[in-house]
């Protein structure tokens, strides 16, 4: 394979014109340019990208920092899935390149994201899971790289985050179990330390008030997004002296776990107990009945995400110093059989 000598030999000048040319220097003629470019067709050569992020001072890659919890199961939560798709669509659609960095060691040395992150030149870093506070991650976001996070505020200079619009979606939800006809409506909640979860019950108690519900003792119910909770709340909801007609859960994991409480409680869905969950996984669509859900969108939330980093990326670059701000993707009710009205 030629290297940056042979297209020099071949076009009668320096390894630095070469070079210049090749990263699009404006000191080089055009006329030299298309020459160096032609002959490099005509060769067969392909540019180092280690000495092109070295001479540009970018690599035209990003990193991602990905802590979900292997021990709790959240690596393998169906819409991570979808939101990784998004994230590498975008970045391939932008010419860019995803580096997975190894969350390790972030106990012993502070320094070791926002090191990582020079040594590879990265353009900037996004981040699924990982808790702000770690000093870790202050140090890198603390840094001035571009940073973004999902569903997680980040403090530094160039960093923001992507989320959906979760309390609007938890609204609409319950208004639409008011609509059918249920007064008696609970909840299942995700962990409150996680903003997805308090905006969600945040939605859940406006609509709540606006409608003018009552919430008796044991109609918010604890969960951690995945099936198990879902299953353990569904009993204890439905073993309370005044069982709710209607259910929303904040996750659809959960909600499925409550449906199979109900069956095996021998409580019909949807004609004693309406069920509607959060997310849109495609297990949703699956059970039965199929879950009447609030569609978030991991591939635009994933695309968001990658449009927001290059925007911090593009400010870095010109000096901006001003604060960009989050980006929120709406979410939208999907009806499908899980709800109806309930019995006089």
């Known amino acids: 394979m030629a290297g940056i000598r042979d297209l020099a030999r071949e076009c009668g000048v320096s390894v630095a014109t070469v070079s210049r040319a090749l990263n699009g220097h404006p000191e080089v003629s055009a006329a030299t340019r298309a020459q160096i470019w032609a002959a490099a067709r005509r060769l067969g050569?392909?540019?180092s990208q280690s000495?092109?992020?070295l001479v540009r001072g970018r690599s035209d890659t990003v990193g991602l920092l990905w802590d979900t919890g292997y021990e709790t199961g959240g690596h393998r939560?169906?819409?991570l899935q979808d939101l990784m798709t998004g994230i590498k669509r975008a970045l391939g659609e932008s010419g860019r390149h995803l580096l997975l960095l190894n969350i390790g060691g972030q106990d012993r040395d502070e320094q070791l994201y926002a090191e990582t992150a020079r040594q590879h030149q990265l353009d900037g870093v996004i981040m699924m899971g990982m808790d702000p506070e770690l000093p870790a991650v202050r140090a890198l976001t603390g840094s001035g790289l571009p940073c973004v996070a999902f569903d997680t505020?980040?403090?530094?200079p160039r960093s923001s985050y992507v989320t959906s619009d979760n309390r609007s979606g938890a609204a609409e939800a319950v208004r639409h179990l008011y609509a059918l006809g249920h007064r008696r409506i609970a909840t299942i909640t995700g962990p409150p330390q996680m903003m997805p979860a308090a905006a969600?019950?945040?939605?859940?108690q406006d609509a709540a008030q606006e409608l003018g519900l009552r919430l008796p003792p044991g109609y918010v119910q604890p969960g951690d997004f995945f099936l198990d909770s879902?299953?353990?709340a569904g009993r204890r909801l439905a073993a309370l002296p005044h069982r709710p007609t209607g259910v929303f859960a904040a996750g659809d994991e959960m909600a499925i776990g409550a449906l199979h409480a109900f069956a095996d409680l021998g409580i019909d869905v949807p004609r004693q107990m309406a069920v509607v969950g959060f997310d849109n996984i495609e297990a949703a669509s699956l059970v039965r009945p199929a879950l009447t859900t609030v569609a978030q969108?991991?591939?635009?939330?994933?695309?968001?995400?990658?449009?927001?980093l290059l925007d911090l990326v593009a400010g870095a670059a010109s000096g901006a110093t001003r604060p960009v701000p989050p980006r929120t993707v709406p979410a939208g009710l999907v009806i499908r059989g899980s709800c109806a009205r309930p019995r006089s």
């Open 230 to 232: 879902g299953y353990a």
């Open 45 to 47: 050569y392909q540019p």
């Open 297 to 308: 969108d991991p591939l635009r939330l994933g695309s968001a995400a990658v449009h927001l």
């Open 200 to 204: 969600r019950l945040a939605g859940f």
């Open 77 to 79: 939560h169906p819409f």
């Open 51 to 53: 000495a092109r992020a």
């Open 153 to 156: 505020p980040l403090t530094g």
